[in-house]
């Protein structure tokens, strides 16, 4: 049968086969076919947005970067920037900033992004070489966050010889101040060391240099230090605890940490040792001086020989200004002639190895500013200098076989190479 359409234009007649009409179906079929299929597909997610850089590159977006004048408040650098005064309200008030804000300084560049309404969209600020504080604008609010930069270590190996001086050959092979102190005190667990050395005794020290985008940033702690003699190899092993406290053991695990400082501040000297039969310089008698006077500019901190409560802080005759220490085991430490306390500790306060306690002076019987230092055990003084310390915890069983590895791979890296300094790409 032919199918005709009609025309009232008066049109030619088309006539459709029946063959043609079924084509033109099955066409039709086929195309809403692959629509359906097409709108049912799941759709590709758009691409990430970027992660925004750390601290951003100049050139990669308008950002303004200042400074802090000496010293601008922070209120008045934002001001100075335009910022209004509403935008320094919503940021200052952010717990981040304001934990961070006593960091900011006039030596440090300051990173600002503002959109094309002088809007402030994000805000960096360097606050170490390890962390950033970062303001963003989102949804018209603004969030802030402390951001931890991935730092990259690079293990070096140094070692030299001494011809005039520990200090000095430390030095000339490029050691830091800072690393150079960190070396003498991992050695500290023998008094007499410094001066047994000699004109040729050799000495090596591995530590990490951390590194940010390709730029040195830092330099870590010593992970391993030698002293040799013709007659004696001293070895000082540097190992992580689970906090991540760099503690100083022998290689065969015994910690060189004492549970006390041998003397709890930075002196010049010691203006008058232990003794049973000491001439008082102001009241003119000889009598028993059961403790140590280093002496110190006023002023020097003191701090806390090891862990204990404070079980006296006040004034109390001859002493003058002075604190005593509980320790466990019926150790106490007496710190005396100070010249003010530190604020942040109390009478029954807990305060921790190496915190500053006090400030040298010289309140009560004294000649000068100096500490008077007292070493108690059941109450009965000991000589400071001499008293035998007790020493941290060594290394676990659990953590030996670890710590034995690290020890090897440590002296292979100090064996491994007789020049001056060496550089050692570190391995995984």
């Given at each position: 049968m032919d199918f005709t359409e009609h025309d009232t234009r008066n049109t030619?007649?088309?006539?459709?086969?029946?063959?043609?009409?079924?084509?033109?179906?099955?066409?039709?079929?086929?195309?809403?076919?692959?629509?359906?299929?097409?709108?049912?597909?799941?759709?590709?997610?758009?691409?990430a947005v970027p992660q925004p850089i750390l601290v951003p590159p100049q050139a990669a977006v308008p950002w303004t970067i200042d400074r802090l004048a000496h010293g601008e408040t922070l209120q008045a650098f934002f001001k100075r920037l335009n910022i209004d005064a509403a935008t320094y309200q919503s940021i200052i008030i952010l717990p981040a900033v304001k934990n961070a804000e006593r960091t900011f300084r006039p030596d440090r560049d300051a990173y600002f992004l503002f959109n094309a309404q002088h809007q402030l969209e994000r805000f960096v600020y360097p606050i170490d070489t390890e962390h950033h504080l970062e303001v963003t604008r989102i949804n018209n609010q603004y969030r802030a966050e402390v951001t931890t930069i991935p730092l990259t270590p690079k293990l070096i190996t140094v070692r030299g010889s001494i011809q005039t001086s520990l200090a000095t050959a430390l030095r000339q092979a490029g050691i830091s101040n800072a690393l150079a102190n960190n070396f003498i005190n991992a050695f500290n667990w023998d008094a007499g060391f410094a001066r047994q050395l000699q004109r040729g005794d050799r000495f090596a020290l591995v530590y990490d240099d951390f590194y940010a985008n390709g730029t040195k940033v830092k330099t870590g702690p010593i992970l391993a230090a030698e002293l040799t003699a013709p007659n004696n190899v001293y070895r000082v092993i540097g190992y992580q605890d689970a906090s991540g406290q760099i503690n100083y053991y022998t290689p065969n695990g015994a910690s060189l940490k004492k549970a006390f400082l041998r003397a709890p501040l930075h002196y010049k000297y010691i203006s008058s040792p232990f003794t049973y039969h000491r001439y008082h310089p102001l009241l003119h008698i000889v009598r028993p001086h059961l403790g140590v006077d280093f002496a110190a500019p006023t002023g020097t901190p003191i701090y806390a020989a090891?862990?204990?409560?404070?079980?006296?802080?006040?004034?109390?005759?001859?002493?003058?200004?002075?604190?005593?220490?509980?320790?466990?085991?019926?150790?106490?430490t007496v710190y005396a002639h100070l010249s003010d306390f530190a604020s942040q500790f109390h009478l029954g306060s807990y305060v921790k190895e190496g915190q500053t306690i006090g400030y040298v002076g010289e309140t009560g019987l004294a000649t000068g500013s100096h500490l008077h230092y007292e070493f108690r055990i059941g109450g009965v003084p000991h000589n400071p200098m001499t008293v035998q310390l007790p020493t941290a915890n060594p290394i676990t069983q659990r953590e030996m076989p670890a710590f034995s590895g690290y020890v090897k791979r440590m002296i292979d890296l100090m064996d491994q190479s007789q020049q001056t300094a060496t550089t050692i790409a570190k391995t995984a």
């Open positions: 030619p007649t088309r006539t459709f086969h029946p063959l043609q009409f079924a084509m033109i179906t099955v066409i039709m079929v086929l195309l809403i076919t692959l629509s359906i299929s097409y709108l049912a597909k799941p759709q590709a997610p758009p691409p090891s862990d204990g409560r404070i079980a006296f802080r006040g004034r109390h005759g001859g002493y003058g200004n002075v604190i005593m220490i509980q320790h466990p085991h019926g150790i106490s």
